[in-house]
């Protein structure tokens, strides 16, 4: 650092310097130390005979050591009063860490009340989470549910307004029938049926198709409920050109069933030359799609 | 008034170790404190008519420096007698009596109206040195009209009884026999051109080694032999705080001066003393040697001591003041931080007790 920017740094230093004038009480207490350091001095240079002898003679001796006594006192003056604010200052100083003690004490205890509060609301939260997941899987399902409920209703209306709409009329009526419930049971009603849900809703829905193929076949054989036809009017299968290929095809399809078991299905689509004995030889309706329902949908066409 | 109070300036006596002062005066400026009064006393009311006369501070103590250190290649003592002779009238100044005892007889033979020697009486009322190159220096360096226009500038003049006289008394008031009359404190700018001229020389009139000075009718010669015991005259602080001054800078230009801040209680005194010997010459003539010593390496040593001294001793308060404004503040800082914890606890108690 050059001389010119020690000059003005000592002078940026020195704007506080004559706040510091002002106050007698440094003044006093620092000058003095200045000036008996001056005093001191002279007395230790002034040990000789001479400059004891002079100095005894003329007073200036006793008046040097006056001098420094009084300074030392005002220092000693100066000193109690300062540490008398120093002590006061740190006494203070003292109360107010106290204060930060107890305030921080009561901070804690605070904090301690939040740290309670947000573990308690966690635990809340855990089991409000819980509740929400399960709530939420049980929304899920029933979503699900509802969705397939409403394929299967979707999958059932198609199929019977397939029906309705005369797509099955080559077929003879039991088998229409069949081919129908068939649909719906490799359909999306099948899948609903079939799910693991409560089987109100599917019971529901069966009962919804079996009344709405007792409605067709009714329609179909332009019966009603209380007439029953022979077992050969709903087994017979309309002439057309492709009867032949359709025989064959539902007797493909329908292969699997048995005699005993699903003897309606088995007649239908198999058409023995002896109806199997389990074969009601008169029957309504309501018996044909019944029965053909049991057959295709088990135990779920009568939960 | 300022800000901070009246600052007064004592530039005390002590013959060429006044380039002490221009040390001072330099740290002072350093330190950007300001003066707004000065008094001195023999050199150092030289030194104060130079202040007083200039623009500012800053400007008089560069004039300062100047004019010192002319002096130290051209000492404004030119001699009017033979070495041997100075050193003999040099030596009754301080160190012997026999001049002083002569003195003595001469006075209590004039009280009795008994003939004196023509050749002793103008002994008495003349100086051995011509003071024609310190009045060159004076018109020189000192415009009576800035003056005027300075700030207030006091000097003190010592009413002489006659050279060798003052001498004596001084003498038995160092040897504590009877006390000198108290200098008298003239304020430089209520006096004629010419008066502000011979007080000025007055006040540096070093008995026997210049003549004193007549004024208005009345001889006065060095103000530094007033009240000699308590250094009245040569320290003259009481102008400035009869002027008010609350802050008086003093500057003393001897070891160990017997003068006492504890006579001014009511006011804050700053006192810049040597904190190393001021003396520069040894021997029995030493302090003389140093009075009259206008040689350039003195004069340098001088105005570095100065400067260290008061850099010192100025840096000794402000060490102090800084830590008791400090904690001053530290406490003021507690207290204004305290104002904000009741608010503190309230937003949190009304936070809290919204989980309650």
């Not at chain 1, 200036?60 to 006594?69: D, F, L, V």
């Not at chain 2, 002489?160 to 026999?177: C, F, P, Y």
């Amino acid at each position: 650092m050059s001389t010119e920017q020690q000059i003005k740094k000592d002078i940026a230093e020195s704007l506080d310097v004559l706040p510091m004038l002002a106050d007698k009480f440094v003044v006093d207490f620092a000058n003095g130390i200045h000036v008996t350091n001056d005093h001191i001095r002279v007395q230790k240079q002034r040990t000789g005979f001479m400059s004891r002898l002079a100095d005894g003679f003329t007073g200036a001796g006793a008046s040097r050591q006056t001098e420094i006594n009084a300074n030392l006192s005002n220092g000693v003056e100066s000193s109690l009063k300062w540490l008398g604010e120093l002590s006061e200052s740190l006494a203070q100083s003292n109360y107010a860490i106290v204060c930060v003690n107890n305030r921080l004490n009561t901070l804690k205890h605070d904090v301690a009340k939040i740290a309670n509060y947000s573990a308690d609301t966690r635990q809340l939260l855990d089991a409000l989470s819980v509740q929400v997941a399960e709530r939420c899987g049980r929304l899920e399902d029933e979503v699900a549910r509802i969705g397939l409920m409403q394929n299967a209703q979707i999958n059932m209306d198609v199929v019977f307004s397939k029906w309705d709409a005369g797509k099955y009329h080559h077929l003879s009526l039991a088998n229409r029938c069949y081919v129908a419930l068939e649909e719906l049971h490799w359909g999306a009603f099948g899948d609903f049926c079939r799910s693991n849900t409560e089987g109100k809703d599917q019971h529901h829905l069966i009962g919804i198709a079996k009344n709405k193929a007792i409605s067709q076949l009714n329609k179909d054989a332009m019966t009603n409920s209380a007439m029953r036809l022979s077992a050969k009017d709903w087994l017979a299968t309309p002439s057309s050109p492709s009867a032949a290929t359709l025989v064959e095809a539902l007797s493909y399809l329908g292969d699997a069933a048995n005699d005993v078991k699903q003897p309606f299905i088995y007649s239908a689509t198999q058409q023995p030359t002896q109806l199997p004995l389990r074969m009601p030889r008169l029957c309504s309706a309501e018996r044909m799609s019944n029965a053909m329902l049991n057959e295709i949908f088990g135990d779920q066409a009568h939960a | 008034m300022p800000e901070y109070g009246k600052v007064g300036l004592v530039l005390s006596g002590g013959g060429a170790k006044g380039a002490y002062q221009v040390g001072v005066l330099n740290a002072l400026v350093e330190l950007n404190i300001p003066v707004h009064i000065i008094s001195g006393a023999s050199i150092g009311a030289l030194n104060g008519a130079v202040l007083a006369s200039a623009p500012n501070l800053t400007e008089g103590t560069s004039r300062l420096k100047e004019i010192w250190h002319e002096l130290a290649n051209d000492s404004p003592l030119k001699h009017q007698a033979p070495s041997y002779l100075k050193l003999l009238s040099a030596a009754g100044l301080r160190e012997s009596p026999l001049i002083a005892v002569a003195q003595s007889v001469v006075s209590v033979a004039q009280h009795y109206g008994l003939p004196v020697p023509e050749k002793l009486h103008q002994a008495m009322h003349s100086g051995v040195m011509d003071d024609g190159p310190l009045k060159a220096l004076l018109d020189k360096y000192i415009d009576h009209k800035a003056l005027s226009d300075g700030i207030p500038f006091y000097v003190s003049v010592f009413r002489s009884a006659g050279g060798l006289l003052d001498i004596a008394i001084v003498l038995a008031a160092e040897l504590r026999l009877l006390e000198s009359r108290d200098s008298e404190f003239i304020h430089i700018q209520a006096k004629s051109v010419q008066e502000r001229k011979e007080l000025l020389l007055a006040s540096a009139a070093i008995p026997v080694v210049f003549a004193p000075r007549q004024v208005n009718g009345t001889i006065y010669s060095d103000g530094g032999q007033g009240g000699w015991t308590k250094a009245q005259g040569n320290t003259p602080i009481s102008p400035l705080v009869d002027a008010g001054c609350d802050i008086v800078i003093v500057t003393h230009l001897s070891d160990g001066s017997l003068w006492s801040r504890h006579d001014f209680p009511d006011t804050t005194i700053v006192e810049i003393r040597p904190q190393s010997s001021i003396a520069r010459g040894d021997g029995v003539l030493g302090g003389v040697k140093d009075l009259l010593g206008f040689d350039e390496s003195k004069i340098t040593s001088w105005i570095e001591q100065g400067y260290q001294d008061t850099k010192h001793c100025i840096g000794q308060i402000l060490q102090a003041g800084t830590a008791r404004k400090h904690l001053k503040e530290s406490e003021q800082a507690l207290v204004g931080s305290e104002k904000g914890n009741a608010h503190a606890d309230e937003a949190l108690n009304d936070a809290l007790s919204r989980l309650s």
